[in-house]
């Protein structure tokens, strides 16, 4: 996975080389530089030579077309995750009342499991991570639904804490695989998890949270303080996005309802 994880440094290098081949065209069509023909050879040579090695060790975006192309896959992806999180709710709940207890539970521990696997499988097996993205959001979905139904069969009281699991399922599978959206899922979770909390301790019902969107604001703050001392590039924006929207709409919501009219 060290490969991955040095993906966007590739990227931001393979864009680096672009730009200035294109700065460099202007440059002569301009006659602010005038290369020789042999010149300019070396340094066309030498880009391609970059740009090809860089392509060969990692999956990166060369043109803007590729790059248009990337996002598409990654939009396709998530959009197939969800799909297949839906398809995957209604078998169940088309079959789940025609099997026994005993099945049932065994079906839910396998699961997530088997997901996982094909996760891991997928991800030492392609570049692009698309397939491995899906499955994990997959897996995901089905470990939330497991912490659900598990609860159903054997009678349990729904706990906030539900929202640590799911928040600890995600994050583990986005540090694992490098996945942006397993972490913002997981982001999610986790202050949800902590705004249910402090209603909790302040007596209220937990699934109330909601009602008190200033509970999310020391959480987000914190959020937004991680990236301080943390070295993953590749994931700090995404903390200092969540942190922030955890700070300003609650902020935004409580200015609407200090207005006059609101």
């Keep these: 996975m060290e490969e991955i994880s040095n993906k966007q440094q590739a990227q931001r290098q393979a864009n680096s080389v672009r730009e200035f ?64 999180c839906i398809a995957l709710f209604l078998f169940f709940d088309r079959i789940w009342g025609l099997v026994t207890t005993p099945v049932q539970i065994a079906i839910l521990i396998a699961i997530p499991l088997v997901l996982l696997a094909a996760t891991e499988f997928a991800a030492e097996r392609e570049r692009t991570l698309y397939f491995a993205s899906l499955l994990s959001l997959v897996a995901l979905a089905s470990f939330v639904l497991d912490l659900s139904v598990l609860g159903t069969i054997f009678n349990i009281t729904p706990s906030h804490k539900a929202f640590l699991a799911w928040g600890a399922f995600a994050l583990i599978l986005a540090y ?80 609407a309802r200090s207005r006059p009219g609101f």
């Design 21 to 84: 081949r294109e700065y460099l065209d202007r440059l002569e069509k301009e006659s602010v530089l005038t290369l020789s023909i042999d010149q300019r050879q070396r340094v066309d040579e030498h880009l391609d030579q970059t740009l090809a090695a860089l392509a060969k060790r990692f999956d990166i975006d060369l043109t803007e077309s590729q790059r248009q192309i990337s996002l598409g896959m990654r939009v396709i992806s998530a959009l197939g995750g969800l799909a297949l």
């Design 176 to 255: 694992r695989f490098r996945l942006r959206l397993l972490l913002v899922a997981g982001l999610l979770s986790v202050l949800a998890f902590l705004s249910a909390t402090l209603m909790t301790w302040q007596g209220w019902n937990w699934l109330t949270f909601g009602e008190r969107p200033e509970n999310f604001i020391g959480p987000g703050l914190i959020l937004f303080a991680i990236t301080r001392f943390r070295s993953m590039p590749e994931f700090d924006s995404v903390f200092r996005v969540i942190g922030l929207l955890a700070v300003f709409i609650p902020l935004q919501s409580r200015l």
